[in-house]
């Protein structure tokens, strides 16, 4: 049997299971997002991040600050594939920092950020955060940071701006330099930087 628009009831129940089907996953790329299952995968991913940079400590240009694209540079880790998200976690925000001897884990994959993380700790500091914006957001969970980037005949070098450590060490890579800080890099290009802002909400561990 049709109705008035020529379709009959099978091909009007399979539109409506397709519909179903599209808005049931949507749905759960929404809320099942930042599910604890998928938290704890990006644990593990930190961890083992982590164990990459302290085993091979020697083979990084700034011990004491490695950042996820070096390992993966180094050929000693593969990126990391985002459980809360399409595509891998950040490597240039992805950052394993020595403090006071212990090393402290900073992954980000998508909207989530597990930051300043020791594993011998039970805490493991989880945020979710927007993208950095030069537009400072209307709320009080704000975070705001001054990144880097460089000029070449007026241009920027880099699609992104950058934290300052991690701006060094992409300025190294293709200047084949061994600058520690950006107010060094005079002699190789222009010095930009700029204010940038991202909201910042704490996620029970």
Known sequence: MKNNYGFGRFEVLTVIVLLLAIFAYLAYSVLGGTSPR?????????ISFSKAVTVNNSSFHNTENVYLQEVIDEKLIKEIKSPVSMGNCSSSESVVQLIGGMPYVTLKCGKILIEKANFDSKEVPTYEVSDWSLRKPGTSSVEEKTLYNCKENGKELFPNYYDELYFIYEINKKYGTDYY????????????SETFYRTKKKLDS
């Open 181 to 192: 800080y950006a107010s060094n890099i005079e002699n190789e290009c222009e010095l930009v």
């Open 38 to 46: 998928k938290i704890d995968a990006m644990k593990d991913s930190a």
